[in-house]
């Protein structure tokens, strides 16, 4: 058996028998949880055939590295998602819809993020490779399944990405408190890659010179900015709206 990597928590595990019970390989749970929901997990993993260990805490805190981990943790493999951007772009029908995160290096954070885009329908999030946390076990479980279905891609170079973005017709749009555009005013039913920084310094010079237009998310509140993650739900919720209403049909008269 490969090595593989460890996921934790009941969301991931869970999301992850469901979607590619396949690349699951065994499955780790506290010998002293026997409530509804590691039952429930029990039978799941019987379903698919998928071995389960009973184990102590002192086992899963070793193979978590001591994170909170419910409980239940389990060895997969890796998915084979979509890595390559123009493998990406030439799979989706309809509008493109992608996350552009520069900076983020707090795996909490970029596991909230794969978890609204996967809420939003983003086909892809990415990141530059020398500037950010990448999938981690920490991210996964945060990301509560999300880190198993939304595309990951690292890139060498963000400036040119965005370059490349641009040529195939995507509009880039960044979110930044001083964008001259209200977010609730901005047109997003068209292909877009939103790009968002880490809280603290934001976009770097060059990726926020790249964007074709930068919006701002109107608060009226005390705070100053908001979370990335937090962000990030905000600008594709609105986004995800505004192409409802653009399909949508007229109503009857």
Not at 3 to 9: Q, S
Not at 73 to 82: D, E, G, S
Not at 132 to 160: C, D, F, M, Q, W
Request: glycine letters at 8%.
């Amino acid at each position: 058996m490969s090595e593989g990597r460890i996921v934790y928590g009941f969301h991931a595990v869970i999301s992850r028998l469901r979607q590619h019970a396949a690349g699951v390989q065994e499955i780790y749970l506290d010998a002293s949880r026997n409530d509804a929901r590691a039952q429930d997990l029990t039978k799941l993993a019987a379903t698919h055939a998928v071995r389960m260990i009973a184990v102590d805490a002192q086992r899963l805190d070793g193979l978590t590295g001591n994170a909170r981990h419910q409980g239940i943790a389990a060895r997969v493999t890796t998915l084979p998602l979509k890595h390559d951007l123009n493998e990406v772009l030439e799979s989706i029908n309809g509008p493109a819809l992608l996350l552009v995160l520069d900076g983020v290096q707090d795996p909490h954070n970029l596991g909230a993020c794969l978890r609204v885009a996967d809420a939003f329908g983003v086909h892809a999030v990415i990141a530059p490779k020398d500037r950010a946390v990448g999938i981690t076990p920490v991210v996964s479980k945060v990301a509560s399944g999300a880190a198993e279905t939304v595309p990951y891609i690292s890139v060498t170079n963000l400036a040119r990405t965005l370059r490349e973005l641009k040529e195939s017709g995507i509009w880039i749009v960044g979110a930044d408190e001083a964008g001259t555009i209200d977010l609730y005013e901005a047109r997003l039913a068209g292909p877009i890659a939103w790009v968002l920084g880490a809280e603290g310094e934001g976009m770097r010079r060059l990726t926020r010179e790249h964007c074709d237009e930068l919006v701002r998310i109107p608060m009226s509140g005390t705070v100053e900015s908001l979370n990335v993650s937090v962000a990030s739900g905000v600008c594709l919720g609105e986004t995800f709206r505004q192409r409802r209403v653009a399909t949508a049909a007229p109503p009857k008269k």
